[in-house]
Structures are given as C-alpha cells and as structure tokens.
C-alpha cells in the first residue's frame, strides 16, 4: 500500500489543476465511467429541478460531459473550471453552440458573474479537490437567485475515514485519519506500474454542511447512491464493496431563502 503523511488544508496549495491537466486527454474515460455514469449520475438527476429554460451554473463543468445533457434537457447553461485544459476541451465541445465557458477558481469567487443570476448551481465531484469550500459557497449563494437552488456531489466523509482506518483501496494514500480536520490525503489514480497522484480533501461531517448553512442556504435533501444493476453489471468487482460498505458519494440539494424568508 502506497502510505503519505496527512497534510492539514491550511497549511497546503492545491495541485489540482495541474493535475486535472493532465486528465484532460482521456477525461472521457472518467466521465463515461460506471461509477459515473450508473452511481453517481443517477442521483444527481434525480435531485435536480425542472431544467426548461433554467440558467444553470455549471461549476467545475471539467470538459462539459454533464453541461452538454443539461442543454438537452433544455437549460441554458455558463461553465466554469479551474483547468485551462479542461476548458478548452469544454469550448471545443461547444464551438457550435452559444454556452459560455470561463476559465476561473471557484474559490476566487466568480466575481466575472453578477448577483442573483442563476436558477440552479451543479457541482459534481469536484469539491473533495478543493480545501476551501467557504468561499465557493459564498459564491454559489451570491449568484443564485432567492428561491434558486445548488447541487452537490462530493467524497462521502464516511468513506474518506473508513479508507484510511481500515483500507480497502490501495489507491488511498494514507495510513491514518484525524477526524475533525480537514486533510489533504491524496489517491493514486495510476494503473500498470504508473503513478498519477491526485490531490483529495477529507472533512468531517460538519465540515461539509457548514459552508454551506453559513452562505445562507438551507439544506433541503440529502442522497447517498446506491447500487444499481447497471453499475453492478458494468463492475461488478466493486458492486459487494459498495453495497456493504459506506456510498462512495454524497449528493446534496441546498436552497436558497427568498427575502421573505
């Protein structure tokens, strides 16, 4: 098992976007993949609201795989992402339609959007790569409009703990966990002898809902995947693993108050 020193948030850069890259050339296969597609997906969906003519922020949009289905769904999307890679792989994508996508750090504060712009935030699989999530809350709650809704995916904190406590995946490089903290613990996405680290967050339960209710939102659902038969098809390997264990993901809706509230 490949082992690192926990490093606490404060006291580390994130490496993310270099990171993510390097991603960019194969980012298909992450995005098509089962733990995507047949786990994470399916939750996410059913969590979002009515998308017909809804301005959607999609935040961390990576090379707009899920912006192009909420297009289809009928909203009218703007991206964002850290990665210029990604973001060019997202404009590539696009080239043909009017989605705009911007190139910016979520925890800069998007101060490019305007106040109260959005009916719907999305955000999948991309905080648990992100060590400050004040910030990006405050920003998710300064662009919605009152009434507007965010949903989030991100590493489930059970998950995190149990990987590091009692490991199941070599791929977790840690040997213990402070609960409590927020940690940069990285995973090792590599495969066939090749290395490729990737910077994760860990965060007690707190953690992930604080953020969050001191923006000003209200917690309104809270969803943990389950296996599906697809994704028990498709890998299979993992199925008992998931069905035992704790979900992998936590999935969110938040609310934002109206002023009346």
């Not at 659902?221 to 008992?240: H, I, K, M, S």
Request: charged fraction near 30%; charge should be negative.
């Amino acid at each position: 098992m490949h082992t690192t020193d926990t490093v606490p948030a404060e006291d580390d850069d994130p490496v993310s976007r270099p990171t993510y890259n390097e991603l960019a050339p194969g980012y298909d296969d992450i995005t098509d993949a089962a733990i995507r597609e047949h786990y994470e997906w399916p939750i996410v969906r059913d969590l979002l609201p009515p998308l017909e003519d809804t301005r959607v922020l999609d935040a961390a949009c990576g090379d707009g795989f899920y912006t192009e289905r909420l297009a289809e769904a009928g909203a009218d999307p703007v991206c964002v992402d850290a990665s210029p890679e990604m973001v060019g792989r997202a404009r590539d994508r696009f080239a043909a339609d009017d989605i705009p996508v911007h190139e910016a750090d979520l925890t800069d504060g998007l101060p490019f959007l305007g106040d109260e712009r959005f009916d719907l935030v999305v955000c999948q699989l991309a905080l648990e790569h992100v060590a400050d999530w004040a910030s990006v809350f405050e920003a998710f709650a300064r662009v919605l409009r009152p009434g507007a809704r965010a949903v989030v995916s991100t590493s489930h904190p059970v998950r995190d703990y149990v990987d590091a406590e009692f490991p199941v995946r070599d791929h977790v490089l840690a040997e213990s966990a402070t609960y409590g903290e927020v940690e940069r613990v990285d995973r090792d996405w590599g495969d066939d002898g090749e290395s490729f680290v990737v910077p994760f967050y860990r965060r007690p339960v707190q953690a992930v809902f604080e953020p969050a209710t001191d923006a000003g939102l209200l917690v309104e659902r809270v969803r943990e995947p389950a296996v599906t038969d697809a994704f028990a098809e498709a890998r299979p390997e993992y199925a008992a693993q998931f069905r035992d264990g704790p979900p992998n993901f936590l999935c969110l809706r938040y609310l934002k108050r109206t002023h009346a509230d």
